[in-house]
């Protein structure tokens, strides 16, 4: 059973930085593209950000552009979501998820999940 792991979360003010890591404890990351997905309470999951098993390639949501930004260490086969001028509309549970595809912005494709972990921003 394949189990993903994040971890990073907590509680922070607008305007600061959280950086998120999602490691695969005895499953290989490389070769899987990988997704950072979000729930808020009382709204459907939705996608933030995902990066490519091959070239890198990366998808952000118009509403993290510019503030989120995704990276991936094969060699310590972790990924990660830096977030910087975080809001109080980011407050949610963050998944990662695993896809065998090499790029993939739709949750269907996302086999692999882990448990989540809070993001809270509030003053």
């Known amino acids: 059973q394949v189990q993903l792991v994040e971890s990073g979360g907590g509680l922070v003010q607008p305007g600061g930085s959280l950086r998120l890591s999602c490691a695969a404890p005895?499953?290989?990351?490389?070769?899987?593209?990988i997704g950072w997905f979000r729930q808020a309470p009382g709204l459907e999951r939705e996608g933030v950000s995902c990066?490519?098993?091959?070239?890198?390639?990366?998808y952000y949501a118009d509403s993290v552009k510019g503030r989120f930004t995704i990276s991936r260490d094969n060699a310590k086969n972790t990924v990660y979501l830096q977030m910087n001028s975080l809001i109080p509309e980011d407050t949610a549970v963050y998944y990662c998820a695993a896809t065998p595809k090499a790029y993939s912005t739709i949750q269907y494709d996302y086999k692999y999940w882990g448990q989540g972990t809070q993001v809270t921003v509030s003053s």
């Open positions: 005895g499953f290989t990351l490389d070769g899987y593209a």
């Open positions: 990066i490519g098993s091959s070239d890198g390639s990366t």
